[in-house]
């Protein structure tokens, strides 16, 4: 039989304390306990539990008898924590957000591309880092997803940092729903393109000083492509 005592070598010694806290609880209040904890398999490895139980009381209402099953959960905690892994890589930027439009929560990179520290953007709305001319285009795609529509969206939209700088940026949400096909949360996935957009519009700019200099040269401009197709010609032709 598995005495108390046993049950308690078992636990890890770190959870010890708030396993033995629950049961407590149980046993003096009648209120049944839930709690994950950690274990020590008889191989020396690490093993993760769910234990659920409840007190049986006597007609004086006082515990007598402890009922309660434990489910092996060690699966369950090693994909959680090599998700948490990825989560926390410095590659791109990444969010937990809820269908009120909050952050619930986020990675250090996306604080980085953000200004912000991980406890002043929890729980901020992603609306008031939003540039105010993408927020409505922002919301149409969530309410879609909110209504069933689609499954999730992606777009390319500005952020206004902490410091008050634009931030460009390509972002892909994709919903998690309830049974009952309400959104539960939205993950969020963040890339920085501000340095590609920066780039495109020196491009543009460069072309069109090119362009405002050929047409008033007082010679005539042309440019061909690899085919000899001609792809430019000034207005002095």
Same mark, same amino acid.
Do not use: I, Q, T
């Given at each position: 039989a598995v005495t108390t005592e046993l049950f308690f070598d078992l636990i890890h010694p770190n959870d010890r304390p708030a396993v033995s806290q629950a049961i407590t609880r149980t046993i003096n209040q009648g209120a049944p306990y839930d709690i994950e904890f950690s274990t020590i398999h008889q191989d020396g490895s690490i093993h993760w539990v769910m234990g659920k139980g409840k007190?049986?009381?006597? @007609?004086?209402? $006082?515990?007598? $008898?402890?009922l309660g099953v434990t489910l092996d959960i060690t699966d369950r905690r090693r994909a959680e924590e090599r998700l948490r892994s990825y989560f926390e890589l410095p590659l791109i930027g990444m969010a937990i957000t809820s269908?009120? $439009?909050? /952050? %619930? &929560? %986020?990675n250090q990179k996306l604080c980085d591309i953000l200004g912000y520290s991980k406890d002043q953007l929890t729980g901020m709305s992603w609306v008031d880092v939003t540039h105010p001319d993408d927020i409505a285009e922002n919301i149409r795609l969530l309410d879609e997803t909110l209504r069933g529509e689609t499954e999730g969206y992606v777009m @390319?939209?500005?952020f206004i940092h902490r410091d008050g700088g634009i931030v460009y940026a390509s972002i892909s949400a994709r919903c998690v729903r309830r049974a009952d096909r309400t959104v539960d949360y939205l993950a969020l996935v963040v890339q920085d393109i501000t340095t590609r957009k920066q780039g495109e519009? #020196?491009?543009? &700019? #460069? &072309?069109?000083? /090119?362009r405002n200099m050929a047409d008033n040269a007082p010679v005539t401009v042309w440019m061909t492509e690899a085919d000899g197709a001609c792809s430019y010609l000034s207005q002095s032709w």
């Open positions: 007190a049986l009381l006597d @007609d004086a209402g $006082r515990a007598v $008898r402890m269908p009120d $439009r909050r /952050f %619930v &929560e %986020v @390319d939209k500005r519009e #020196s491009l543009r &700019e #460069s &072309e069109a000083r /090119f």
